[in-house]
């Protein structure tokens, strides 16, 4: 699962008012290769919740996003658009679960695909 896709999912548990972002729990990560896309890049930039992406970029084990938003004149920066490409669409979340930050329920992850189907309670 790559963190573009983490960034879109929340929990829709009924009664949950909290569900995003979804915490991760890593037992293991991959990196896939994606070719290089500049201009698809600079249109996720303002689309992406950047601290979700961020917390979740560290989850992996990659630090190497600013902490902070930063400016939109950083997207003219090829140094900063190939970080960002990575963090967002080269780390793969194999194996392990996304976690509910209001209810702690967790929702598997197994060879890349989050199962977040509701249990009947939950709806």
Not at 62 to 81: G, K, M, R, W
Not at 91 to 114: D, M, N, Q, Y
């Amino acid at each position: 699962m790559r963190l573009l896709t983490h960034n879109m999912l929340s929990s829709n548990i009924k009664g949950v008012t909290n569900g995003f972002p979804l915490l991760i729990e890593v037992e293991k990560v991959i990196e896939k290769p994606v070719d290089f896309n500049p201009d698809f890049l600079k249109n996720m930039f303002v689309k992406v919740d950047w601290k979700a992406l961020v917390d979740a970029s560290r989850s992996l084990g990659y630090a190497e996003l600013p902490e902070e938003t930063p400016e939109s004149s950083v997207i003219d920066s090829d140094d900063f658009l190939r970080k960002f490409h990575h963090a967002l669409l080269e780390l793969h979340l194999e194996e392990g679960a996304l976690v509910c930050p209001e209810t702690e329920r967790k929702f598997p992850v197994s060879k890349g695909i989050p199962n977040m189907l509701l249990h009947e309670d939950e709806v």
